[in-house]
């Protein structure tokens, strides 16, 4: 983990430069695809929603959350990244759903910067670190 800076300008401009998004989106997708079937199924996604405990923790402490509760958000998430609802995810669902979440987070953020603990290997983090290249060139 790290601290960064970052403004909407840094996750727009990342999702907008297809190479890179594209490349970070197929080695991650490959990377959740653990049968490699090319889809990924809802267990698959799951393991994903899991690892991030964005639901059982509070600003880094663990928090005790309904089990039913979860349930029914990570469905939801999996419906939201399930466009034709044929109860898998291909690569070009988990692009597009990818995509438009981060867009969202971009807008949320807004113009001015904001600092964030960031994952190694998070979407944001790549963002990040694009921007970063960028600037140093």
Known sequence: MSV???DSATIVNFVEDEEAFNVLIRDRFAHLDTNHDGLLSYAELLEEFQSLRVFETHFGIDVITDPKELAHVYNSLFIQFDHDSNGTVDLEEFKAETKSMMLAMANGIGFLPVQMV?????FL????ERESTKLAA
């Open 4 to 6: 960064e800076v970052l």
């Open 125 to 128: 983090k790549k963002a990040v």
């Open 118 to 122: 960031l994952e190694e290997g998070s």
